[in-house]
């Protein structure tokens, strides 16, 4: 068994003392567990965590394809800058998707 420790100290994402995610997901898993497919919700990337910087998008559509894609779109907010318009979410099948804390 492989120590998880530090990996999950990274991606733990608790709301209400409840772990919602426990490991990186495709955008779609994360998105098919919430109400309104995510809508006003936050997610990140696990790769953009090597930034101190606020980096996540601000989901404002989504729109399933089939069981297993969604084309979704938000908000950027990367490196503490945020996108005036809505813009389409890129790489929603990468297993690298988090809900981000409240």
């Excluded at 809508?39 to 069981?67: A, N, P, Q």
Aim: with cysteine.
């Amino acid at each position: 068994r492989k120590d998880m420790s530090s990996f999950s100290n990274l991606l733990k994402v608790v709301s209400g003392g409840q772990q919602l995610v426990k490991h990186p997901q495709q955008l779609h898993n994360v998105c098919n567990s919430l109400y309104q497919y995510g809508v006003g919700k936050k997610v990140t990337r696990t790769i953009w965590s090597k930034w101190d910087e606020d980096c996540f998008y601000t989901i404002t559509k989504v729109r399933k394809l089939g069981m297993n894609s969604v084309r979704a779109w938000g908000f950027l907010t990367f490196r503490g800058v945020k996108t005036e318009t809505p813009v389409e979410i890129r790489s929603p099948r990468k297993a690298q998707w988090t809900l981000v804390e409240k």
